[in-house]
């Protein structure tokens, strides 16, 4: 029978009410939306097409991490045959690789079981296949050894270089404060960053576009660096200009005493002396331990805090430092002194990031965007009803009234979820619309054919329902399934459009079936009619 417990009533309309009341955060100005309880501040976030912001395309410099693997591969055979007492007389670069000569070749067997632990299996077997090594190892009778990274080794370095890239490019952003940005992998090399909302795309672009490479090293005395520039310097020292002036160079030794993947934190601040802005950084136990060490050893001597190959500062080691902790001083603003902090605390880049492509799209556009959305979903939703009405008349009116709550539920659960909506999400919306009333006409068409056959009013509608039901799960499931394929394999616009038509195709069963139902059997009890309005 044609019946709607009470109960399931107060359920319904409480399910419906807690919905449509997810919507209303988004009506309210800022302020009185912070005065609310945590949950209830959660609003849909407009995408980068809707309230403008930046879209930055950046791909990973590959040679640079084949000359830096390249440099690696190196100093690993170096101290490979260093451990095993291996005379060589020459080590140095062959093509894409690193080649060294013995100076017995007798040694030949025992270096080459030592260097083959330096090739390693690849553990992805979708890049280079199964067994795959990293490096190729050749060698002559004579005692010339060649050691050459293979392409499947070169593409997991880049892979991994990337995975690594993509999390520090996200700490970087949301250092900026920003809301809901979008940073994902682009085919094999890129990186796809969407900062919705930013106003400062200049400044984020000098965010992720750094490196951050931070070591702390000594000054070589050994000659002036005038000297060294103008004859060269010593093998184990190079030249480095200042970050503020690149003019002013500095004689550097290439060993690292402690490198920025010891810091753990860093913080902008002021110099207690001169109040002018610095960075103040702490180490964990073993940057602490080496930073302790380093600064014993050569107090009186001047050492260098170098970023990305350039000096920020070389201050004289007055005492040592033994706190792990300390201060990076120079030129610096408060903006600059707050960026370098933020790169700092992020972590560096495994290797540069160029950017590709650059957009911003402004406010203004945006604007244009959402009236021109809002406009299609009034348009359609104005169509709808007035057809539903005109062909059903009073279950039309109701199906109009399921179709409001059937968007006011979307809308809610976007609220809820943080989702976040953009142009195509729109459209999403628009199509939805068009799929909740065809359920709706699915039960009515139905109900008219039982009425038609002769069944009584409570009858056609209860069969209408019942038979209607499976048709209306089949036919949800198949777009469900799509929706759930574009979500899954789809990226940005596509994904955002996804996930509105999953949402629209969830709450239609509700508003279509539940909802609809029980408007229609309040009708009935209401008015008890003898024939189908329609």
Known sequence: ???????????????????????????????????????????????????????????????????????????????????????????????????????DPADLDKAMTRLRQLAQPISNSLIGGGGAQTLDIASTPDGVITLTPTQAGLDDTIRRAVDQSIEIVRRRVDELGTTEPSIQRQGADRILVQVPGLQDPQRLKQLIGTTAKLT???????????????????????????VDNESEKYLIEKRVLVSGEDLIDAQPGFDQRSNEPVVTFRFNANGARRFAAATTQNVGKPFAIVLDNKVISAPRINEPITGGSGQISGQFTVESANNLAILLRAGALPAPLTIVEER????????????????????????????????????????????????GLILGLMSILGATMTLPGIAGIVLTIGTAVDSNVLIYERIREEFKGGRSVVSAIQAGFERAFATIIDSNSTMFIAALILFLMGSGPVKGFAVVFILGILTTVVTAVTLTRMMIALWYRWTRAKTIPF
């Open 360 to 407: 911003t799209v402004g406010p203004g556009l945006g604007r244009d965007s959402i009236e021109a959305g809002t406009k299609a979903t009034i348009y359609a939703g104005i169509f709808v009803v007035l057809f539903m009405f005109a062909t059903y008349g009073v279950f039309g009116f109701i199906a109009n009234l399921a179709l409001i709550v059937h968007v």
């Open 1 to 103: 029978m044609l019946h709607y417990s009470r109960t399931k009533t107060i359920l319904t309309l409480l399910f419906v009410g807690l919905g449509l009341l997810l919507v209303v955060p988004n009506l309210l100005p800022p302020e009185t939306r912070a005065s609310l309880p945590h949950w209830a501040q959660r609003t849909i976030v407009l995408g980068l097409d809707l309230q403008g912001g930046s879209h930055i395309l950046l791909e990973v410099d590959a040679n640079a991490l084949r000359e830096e693997r390249q440099e690696g591969l190196r100093d690993e055979v170096r101290n490979a045959l260093r451990d095993e007492r291996v005379g060589y007389s020459g080590l140095g670069n062959s093509g894409a690789g690193v080649q060294v000569r013995l100076r």
């Open 216 to 242: 702390f090293r000594m000054v070589d005395l050994s000659m002036p660096v005038q000297q060294a520039e103008a004859t060269r310097p010593p093998p184990e020292s190079e030249i480095l200009p200042s």
